[in-house]
């Protein structure tokens, strides 16, 4: 069976800090990765995905299959970066993909 | 472009009782997702739907749970009758149809609290 594992609930950083959360994943096949983010009052929303490679408001994440981790980070934390994280790991399924999440990192980003 | 929209934001019902959430998918997304975060754990799958067919419904957590999505359009969850277990958030998420074998980008609603007293 799939899990995901987020080891923090509340990170807090100073601003200009980089930062790192965590995340580790058990998966028996090839797995794809993402990250959700939720800001204040928004909805949950695709932060990056690990098979696009890209950089997304400065956040990275790189999939390391030996650690079985996919940890995302920032070199400069920002006061807009403050939010709830969430790792999550697709499973396809019948045309579609279901997600299964971590239980989220709160990030607080102080002055 | 409207994005995903849920019915009602929150709804406060008593043990025994039934509600019904809705979800209005984006326009043209043919899978529509349930998901539900119960306090302090994690967001979890529920169902699946491809345009009005079941494809997945393996996270329902009994029988008490009844999904539909009637003409392929928008999607009905009902709870009947409702227990203490089933408070929680109510994510509804719709997504294009999966292309060259890559994970489809699943677009959220702002969810439903639901509080059985």
């Known amino acids: 069976a799939q899990r995901v594992t987020q080891p923090e609930k509340l990170l807090s950083v100073f601003k200009g800090a980089p930062v790192e959360l965590k995340c580790n994943y058990s998966?028996?096949?090839?797995?794809?990765l993402f990250w959700y983010v939720q800001y204040s009052r928004q909805r949950l929303q695709l932060l990056l995905r690990h098979i696009s490679r890209e950089s997304i408001k400065g956040f990275t994440a790189d999939l390391n299959k030996g650690e079985t981790s996919f940890h995302l980070k920032k070199p400069f934390a920002q006061e807009e970066d403050s939010a709830m994280y969430y790792c999550?790991?697709?499973?396809?399924?019948?045309?579609?993909?279901?997600?299964?999440f971590g239980t989220g990192t709160q990030l607080k980003v102080e002055l | 472009e409207a994005g995903v929209t849920q019915f009602p934001s929150h709804s406060v019902i008593e043990k025994g009782q039934t509600v019904t959430l809705r979800c209005d998918p984006i326009?043209?997304?043919?899978?529509l997702y349930w998901y539900r975060r119960v306090m302090g754990k994690e967001i979890k799958f529920l169902l699946h739907f491809v345009k009005e067919s079941k494809q997945d419904e393996s996270g329902m957590p009994n029988n008490r749970f009844l999904a539909e999505r009637t003409g392929g359009t928008y999607s009905t969850l009902k709870v009947q009758p409702a227990e203490l277990e089933d408070s929680g958030v109510y994510f509804c998420?719709?997504?294009?149809?999966?292309?060259?074998?890559?994970?489809?980008?699943?677009?959220f609603g702002p969810g439903t609290r639901l509080t059985v007293l």
């Open positions: 998966y028996s096949g090839s797995p794809e």
């Open positions: 999550a790991l697709s499973r396809l399924t019948g045309g579609g993909n279901k997600l299964t």
């Open positions: 326009s043209g997304h043919d899978n």
């Open positions: 998420a719709s997504s294009q149809p999966r292309t060259g074998g890559k994970a489809d980008t699943q677009y």
